[in-house]
């Protein structure tokens, strides 16, 4: 096996590839390609026939299957395991996991084990080089691992110099997900689970597991109606619903209406929430901290209601109604309602 590749590691669910590991084989085949090495991916679980199909058409030159009823549901010490001894032996200069709760698990043991370190949440990957101001070493092709840091009020691009791999994690909605080619045909290897775990690595049984399926399903709406700490009250965040319904909407919020109590946590979107790219997002009494701005800067058309016409999230809005929110949101009711009919 040849070495020094970029791998992206897959989080399945019966027989599944979650969208946010698909979304890292876009980005990884574009970095694979920038860096003319192949992209690699790994999936470890049970019944993983179906991951071939769904994985291909993503650039993908070699898909690592590791398989055993043991090793799903997932599990933090025998994933480790798969992943730490694999890495040993394949040497990829980069991996690339999912900020989810497993990838959040799991990442961060992977690279204490191989002393690599990980930055956690990126918004962006790029290739570039880095020069170290102490020793004046100049390193060519480094992955510019990009996320926001002291409360996301800058910026940071941190750089991994001699560690390998170079390992992120990236939230779901943050890449975009595009297939290269659909009749793209990759290596297909089969590891022998022994060979990577070992018996006494299954030491924790799952005995029961209940996934709850969130009733919101905010990231894949087409309109989103979102509100701010703007909108000054639970009740008036209600009007959000309203307008939502008539427009068949999902209502989403800025993290400050979300800690004030005007909306459930799972409407969050920003840096701390989900990342959304609807064709509408109407932003209702959202100043649009940089952090929120993350979230949903990808929407196809912006129209921000908002009562200071020096607020942030006028910059990047297509349309701006400067009032009253309490005044402009009925008005849109009964507008939309008017020529829903």
Do not use: W
Request: net charge negative; glycine share 8%.
């Amino acid at each position: 096996m040849d070495t020094n590749n970029l791998i992206v590691y897959l989080e399945t669910e019966d027989g599944r590839v979650a969208d946010v590991s698909l979304e890292l084989l876009t980005k990884g085949r574009e970095l694979a390609t920038q860096l003319g090495v192949k992209l690699e991916a790994i999936a470890i679980g049970d019944d993983l026939s179906k991951i071939e199909e769904q994985v291909m058409p993503y650039g993908v030159d070699r898909l690592y299957l590791v398989s055993d009823k043991r090793l799903s549901p997932y599990s933090s010490i025998p994933h480790s395991e798969v992943l730490i001894n694999l890495f040993r032996e394949i040497k990829p200069q980069i991996c690339l996991m999912g900020a989810t709760c497993i990838g959040r698990d799991l990442g961060p043991r992977v690279s204490s084990c191989l002393h690599s370190g990980l930055t956690a949440d990126c918004t962006s990957l790029v290739i570039g080089d880095h020069t170290d101001p102490k020793t004046g070493k100049e390193y060519k092709d480094l992955l510019y691992q990009i996320r926001p840091a002291f409360g996301g009020n800058i910026v940071a691009t941190i750089v991994n110099p001699d560690c390998r791999p170079q390992m992120a994690t990236v939230r779901e909605g943050v890449m975009k997900k595009q297939v290269l080619d659909p009749d793209y045909k990759g290596e297909v290897i089969t590891l022998d689970p022994a060979k990577y775990v070992k018996d006494e690595d299954f030491v924790v049984e799952i005995l029961d597991r209940h996934i709850e399926k969130s009733k919101i399903n905010i990231k894949n709406s087409p309109i989103i109606v979102a509100g701010g700490y703007g909108m000054g009250s639970k009740e008036n965040f209600q009007m959000l619903f309203d307008l939502a319904q008539t427009l068949g909407a999902e209502v989403g919020a800025s993290r400050a209406a979300g800690d004030a109590g005007f909306a459930e946590h799972a409407r969050q979107i920003g840096q701390t929430g989900v990342t959304v790219r609807p064709k509408l997002y109407i932003a209702c009494g959202i100043s649009g901290q940089i952090q929120h701005i993350a979230g949903m800067q990808d929407s196809s058309i912006i129209i921000s209601i908002n009562n200071d016409p020096a607020a942030p999230i006028n910059k990047i809005a297509d349309y701006v109604i400067t009032g009253n929110v309490e005044e402009v949101v009925p008005k849109l009711i009964k507008y939309y309602k008017k020529n829903s009919k």
